[in-house]
């Protein structure tokens, strides 16, 4: 469900940590997906400033998964849908 979201969106994504965090910070974003098997220090960041905004946050399960559904070649760990 989440990915199938995630694919629908792509022009309205913001792929990787610092990313998603600086858009998260500025307002812009409307919900957060993170990857349950990427690095959880760097997830939890995400987590964490979604839960002090009332950001709706998804867990997926797998990186290589998002990042297909964003159109990348690569993992991605956390994932963010713009406004």
Known sequence: MSY??????K???VI???QTLKA???GEVVEVLTA???DQSMTMKVAN??????IPHT????????GNACGIDVGAATVAIKQ
């Open 4 to 9: 199938e979201k995630v694919a629908q969106a």
């Open 59 to 66: 867990r997926v399960t797998s990186m290589k998964e998002l």
């Open 49 to 54: 400033l979604a839960a002090q905004l009332n």
């Open 24 to 26: 998260m910070k500025s």
């Open 36 to 38: 349950d098997d990427a």
């Open 16 to 18: 990787g940590t610092k």
């Open 11 to 13: 022009s309205e994504i």
